[in-house]
């Protein structure tokens, strides 16, 4: 056999038709479509994480339960003493362990339609059947077709982004509740965007027997360290952390992690104001006649005139500012654009040319 022949024979036909995560090359763009933090730290800051990183013991293996980061985080996060963490090279290896449970069991991994992509990628990677559950019109749980949805098709995971992505809107509480207390599935509520929003159900990890919390540290700052959390309880977490590869989190990033979170005043500070800079930008768009979704994230979706969003997009990108074309993704995203709220000299420069390219009179 030649080699196309092996390939053919050993990988299975769903990845070779699949393609591979794509990342728009954004070098010296102005960078509105990947949820990050904008800010970055002071060059005092900088130097004493370069010395604190050059003190890093490489020829040893990381602390496989990265002790040091745990103390902090639970501390910073204020995690109550009775719940458990579990950590991951993002929350995406969090979803695909907990999807990896799956395998074999003939149960489903269900999330909201439109949601986080990789809760469907990773399902289909796993081979594990996936079923998207609707929205309503204001983008909110649709409780009676959940509650059904989730029993007929045997769910044993569900993903619920609070708020979502990309629709950036908290879901109603007691439809969440609803469907909590209506199912035997998992549900994950996955916090991602927990630094632009008052909403926190950590609670609930302790109140409901089926609930996880999944967090990242990504939108706060640190999404080069790929430090993702699972919180729970001891008997859900101990479990899963059988399946977690021993260390999955590097010596580099535990170090940073403890670093930043001895100046945490930083993160809080930027995440304080991309929350002004997302009320600021939304009342600009406003002002332009698109319709905006109400965000509690760091990212705002937008809906362009009829049919334009594409071209917009690519007007944007033509004078290198980078954002996300949802235009075609899902009916609902129709016409939309996903605006990551940058800092306010960002937000003028990609204000400036919309108004350009929407002929505002501006
Ligand atoms: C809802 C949601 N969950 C999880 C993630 C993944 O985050 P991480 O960078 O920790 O893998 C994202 C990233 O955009 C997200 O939007």
Redesign the pocket.
Known sequence: MNRDQFIQRIIPQSIIESAAYQVVDSTGMIKLDA?ENPYSWPDSLRSSLANRLAACELNRYPDPSARAVRTSIKSWMKIPNALSVLFGN???EI?ALLISSLIGSGRSVCAPDPS?V?FKVLAKQFRVPFHALPLDEEMDLDTGQWIEGLNSNDAGIVFV?QPN?PTGNLFTDDRLRAVVESTDALVVI?E??TAFTDADYIDWAEKYPNVLI?R?L?KIGL?GS???LLIGAPEWISEYDKLRLPYNINTLSQAAVVFALEHSEILEEQSAAIRSERQRLTLELEHRNVKVWPSEANFILVEMPKGRAFEIFEGLKSVNILVKCLDGVHPALADTLRITVGIPCESDAMLMVLDQLLDTGR
């Open positions: 949820m993002g929350s995406d979803i986080f990789m982004p992505n996955d991602a965007y999944m990242t990504s999404a790929r430090f993702g």
